[in-house]
């Protein structure tokens, strides 16, 4: 089994950057492909970023293509999310996700693990 625990949400204004943290335990995210995915208030979950091991491969959602960065550390065993340029349409509840396959993937359901997420509220 792997735990997720999100960290990093909170309340910025438009245009101010966050940097959102996912780190593992219970095991080692050897050949795990690792994601970011986000819930608005009234809408259904979405895919934002992924990233394949070791790390060379990553995916972005065209709505946050060019300001946001998907990163892993393997020797800490998390993950992040650096968001610059927020947008009030950022507001979301950000979910970490694990995936025992070292490929990307971006549908949710190719996902096996999933944190309990971190609210990002942007004010305009």
């Known amino acids: 089994q792997v735990q997720l625990v999100e960290s990093g949400g909170g309340l910025v204004q438009a245009g101010d950057s966050l940097r959102l943290s996912c780190a593992a335990s219970g095991r080692t995210l050897m050949n795990y492909a690792m994601g970011w995915f986000r819930q608005a208030p009234g809408k259904e979950r979405e895919f934002v970023a992924v990233?394949?091991?070791?790390?060379?491969?990553?995916s972005y959602a065209d709505s946050v293509k060019g300001r946001f960065t998907i990163s892993r550390d393997n020797a800490k065993n998390t993950i992040y999310l650096q968001m610059n340029s927020l947008k009030p349409e950022d507001t979301a509840v950000y979910y970490c996700a694990a995936r025992q396959d070292w490929r990307i993937e971006v549908k949710l359901d190719a996902m096996d693990y999933w944190g309990k997420g971190t609210l990002v509220t942007v004010s305009s």
């Open positions: 990233i394949s091991w070791p790390g060379s491969i990553t």
